[in-house]
Nanobody
Framework: QVQLVESGGGLGKAGGSLRLSCAAS????????MGWFRQAPGKERDFVAA????????YYADSVKGRFTISRDNAKNTVYLQMNSLEPEDTAVYYC???????????????????WGQGTQVTVSS
């Protein structure tokens, strides 16, 4: 069974930076497409960023493009989300997700992912 554990959330200031990590275990991480999603109170879970198995392809939501960077280290079974120029609107619980079919693509929809972490809270103050 694949397990994903997020870390690195917390309180940040507008204009500041935070880096989230997601460590995977129990599967062949290097074959997974990975994604980050976020969910604010009372709202749906929204796509943030995605990366394919090799890290050669990435995709971002318009709301974070140019501010956030997704990357992965397959030797460490970890995917990262570097968040710069934080805005109060970035406040949410952030989830990492894994898609386990071994495709070379990336994915942007919740239902396309097979495994989810428990989430980490990010709060951005103004």
């Amino acid at each position: 069974q694949v397990q994903l554990v997020e870390s690195g959330g917390g309180l940040g200031k507008a204009g500041g930076s935070l880096r989230l990590s997601c460590a995977a275990s129990g599967g062949t991480f290097s074959s997974f497409a990975m994604g980050w999603f976020r969910q604010a109170p009372g709202k749906e879970r929204d796509f943030v960023a995605a990366i394919n198995w090799s890290g050669g392809s990435t995709y971002y939501a318009d709301s974070v493009k140019g501010r956030f960077t997704i990357s992965r280290d397959n030797a460490k079974n970890t995917v990262y989300l570097q968040m710069n120029s934080l805005e109060p609107e970035d406040t949410a619980v952030y989830y990492c997700a894994a898609e386990g079919t071994g495709s070379s693509s990336y994915y942007t929809r919740v239902y396309e992912y097979d495994y989810w972490g428990q989430g980490t809270q990010v709060t951005v103050s103004s």
